[in-house]
């Protein structure tokens, strides 16, 4: 498997000094957080596009996805949410990115038919355009749909090569879900691992990989013993936990942790 971190970890830090992290602590790929206070945006013009793919090119890191904010199940019209994704899609196609993803987003004003039914039609709409790109839009495991038994539940209407899942190991676990049950569910659909680690179901402040309560080893081993060959991504949420500790000094020693887990489910 391939290792990367998504700059929540790091917000707002130039991308050359994310490329440093990366190359210096052996990350093979970033998961840009996509938001206009990030160096990385929608906004960016053609030229502006080419020097970002030029950086990770020259630094040797892959760009492994762009994470939006996107909220595909959302009350609403279903346009904004559409051009929306389009957006992203582009982006990605620009900077050599194959994964955008998206949040559910429903509201509490729906029923659960409702919500899945939302965000199928307007996944479906926009995979038409991500597959012309080559890019594949993923559904978190997040909020509204936060185990992989909800999420399935619209990945199976949409029905779509080009629409998959993003594994959130911390939510599929506050959902009450196994490790075993979420890739069970998502194994047709799956893009990549987001892992992280906390301090419990009630505070939720990120900490070093191993430091908190996530069954880390055992979403691993799950992976490893069904063959899954894809990425494992650090979303560390230091953007909403000012107090938690930087990402930078634990990026080495989380390296280390995640290699050390898929050298002893090997």
Known sequence: MKLAFSTLGVPGLPLADVLRLASTHGYHGVELRIHPEEPVHPG???????????????AGVEVLGLAGYTRVAAPGEDEPVIEEMRGLLGLARDL????????????????????????ARRLGTAAEYAADLGVRI??????SHRTGADAMRVLGLVGHRHVGALWDVMHTWLGGEQP????????????????????????????????????????????????????????????????????????GAGREHLTRMLSESA
Request: glycine share 8%; net charge negative; charged share 20%.
């Open 138 to 143: 993923l559904l978190e495991t997040h909020d």
């Open 180 to 251: 075993q049950e979420t890739f069970a569910a998502l194994s047709p659909y799956l893009g990549y691992v987001q892992v992280k680690d906390i301090v419990s179901a009630e505070d939720t402040t990120p900490l070093a990989l191993g430091a908190g309560v996530l069954p880390l080893a055992e979403c691993v081993e799950v992976l490893s013993r069904h063959g899954w060959d894809g990425w494992l991504c650090w979303e560390y949420e230091k953007r909403w936990y000012e107090a938690a500790e930087p990402l930078e000094v634990l990026l």
């Open 44 to 58: 960016l013009g053609p030229e502006q596009r080419a020097d970002v793919a030029a950086q990770f090119a020259a």
């Open 96 to 119: 050599g990115a194959p994964f955008v993803r998206v949040l559910p987003g429903g509201s509490g004003e729906q029923s659960a038919a409702e919500a899945d039914a939302v965000a």
